[in-house]
């Protein structure tokens, strides 16, 4: 028996583990981006099994067929049948969502572990975590489409925006990716969305529990004060350290699925106390001479940016610049005027960023530096009582090796400078 693995990152190197315990003494690998592996326009049909990975898009690649198959479906016919699926997709959130429900159910009591496109491959949880009694699996639309047996007791679709239309064309199609994971949850199972009336739609279709969050909080779930209530379980924001509207809404969709395990009661406050937001997503750095710093490196366009400035609100510092991904950064303007105080460009495109925002500011106080790290070191000497927001709407190529070593080095920045260590 020989076997196929298309595209070779970190899901193919977990399928190449599972196969081998299937059995499979011969695997070949094809990867157009590795000189190491035979082309993908070199493949024939004459394999038991082929694994395509999520980045993989099959319509590209008319050569490819057979008995296709992924990491994911791999891993699932591997695990424990007495473990539980959670499975959660969309356009924004996914991952801090997973990340949020994961460490809600290890709090309860539950064994549970954060993986799938969340950078840990399923497969490698499967292998490596086998007393797992959740996995917690965020899902690309990609690795969606590839689904055949797997079978989820819970899961979400957070939101649905523009994204990925360079696969997908439409929005209807990309609608269309999304709504294939109905297909995979029990039918004793739940399923939570938004309000989004073509979700919705599509899912009172379907014979299981939903529930329908609603992002401004006046139906399910309901905010007072800083009580967010579901009904039989409410817990106090207050004791909530992650910063942003978004992540209130990010914390009641993993509440609402890691219910459907635990079954929550009354006041479960303890559970979110300690739930820190993944490196790099609006994390909260330090609080220093009361100076909130923000990582949000992970912020390498404009849409994530705008999202981070929806939840700031003045006295507040952004921090933007990199290097440019011919990005159009005008539409941050009036968030800006709204909620941020001042605004520091930094890095290769301080200047481009500077030319588009400058004359559409209304009393924002605007400084230029060379490098994050002159720009953390000034603001550190003379800010008090503000927030400081990294979210730089371009890649760290200019100054850093990727986005995670430009959030580490803000990370040391700040304690280095603030006195923090």
């Not at 489409?145 to 925006?161: M, P, Y």
């Not at 290097?323 to 539409?331: A, C, G, L």
């Amino acid at each position: 028996m020989k076997a196929a693995i298309i595209g070779y990152g970190k899901s193919g190197a977990a399928a190449s583990r599972l196969l081998k315990l299937k059995g499979y003494e011969k695997i070949e690998i094809f990867d157009d981006k590795n000189e190491n592996y035979k082309n993908i326009s070199e493949y024939k049909d004459e394999y038991n099994e082929v694994v395509v990975s999520p980045g993989i898009d099959l319509n590209k690649y008319k050569n490819i067929s057979g008995n296709i198959t992924s990491e994911i479906e791999l891993a699932y016919n591997h695990m424990d049948k007495n473990a539980k699926i959670i499975g959660i997709t969309g356009t924004n959130g996914k991952s801090t969502t997973t990340f949020l429900t994961a460490q809600i159910l290890n709090n309860a009591g539950v064994k549970a572990c954060a993986c799938g496109n969340i950078g840990y491959p399923f497969g490698e949880a499967v292998l490596d975590k086998a007393d797992t009694e959740v996995y917690v699996i965020e899902l690309s639309s990609f690795q969606i489409e590839l689904l055949k047996r797997f079978k989820a007791a819970a899961g979400c679709i957070i939101n649905v925006t523009q994204d990925h239309l360079d696969r997908y064309g439409t929005m209807d199609k990309y609608y269309e990716a999304k709504l294939l994971l109905l297909n995979f949850i029990d039918k004793k199972g739940l399923f939570v969305t938004n309000t989004d009336t073509v979700i919705v739609n599509k899912a009172i279709l379907y014979d299981f529990q939903a529930r329908y969050i609603d992002d401004n909080f006046k139906s399910f779930p309901k905010l007072s004060g800083n009580i967010l209530d579901f009904g039989k379980f409410n817990v106090d924001l207050s004791k909530y350290k992650l910063f942003g509207k978004h992540n209130i809404t990010n914390l009641s969709f993993a509440l609402s699925m890691a219910d459907k395990v635990c079954s929550f009661e009354g006041d479960i406050t303890n559970l979110i106390e300690n739930l820190t937001s993944m490196p790099h997503r609006t994390e909260l750095v330090a609080e220093i001479n009361g100076v909130r710093w923000i990582n949000d490196s992970k912020a390498t366009n404009v849409d994530s940016v705008y999202t981070a400035l929806v939840s700031m609100k003045k006295p507040a510092v952004l921090l933007i610049g990199g290097r440019d991904k011919k990005s159009d950064y005008t539409p941050l303007a009036d968030l800006i005027n709204q909620n941020i105080s001042k605004i520091c460009y930094f890095g290769e495109a301080a200047d481009l960023i500077k030319s588009q925002l400058s004359s559409l500011l209304k009393g924002v106080e605007e400084e230029s530096y060379k490098s994050l790290k002159e720009c953390v070191k000034s603001l550190a000497e003379k800010e008090k009582d503000i927030t400081v927001l990294l979210s730089p709407a371009c890649t760290s190529f200019d100054e850093f090796k990727s986005y995670e070593d430009r959030g580490y080095k803000f990370k040391d920045y700040v304690l280095e400078f603030t006195g923090g260590k």
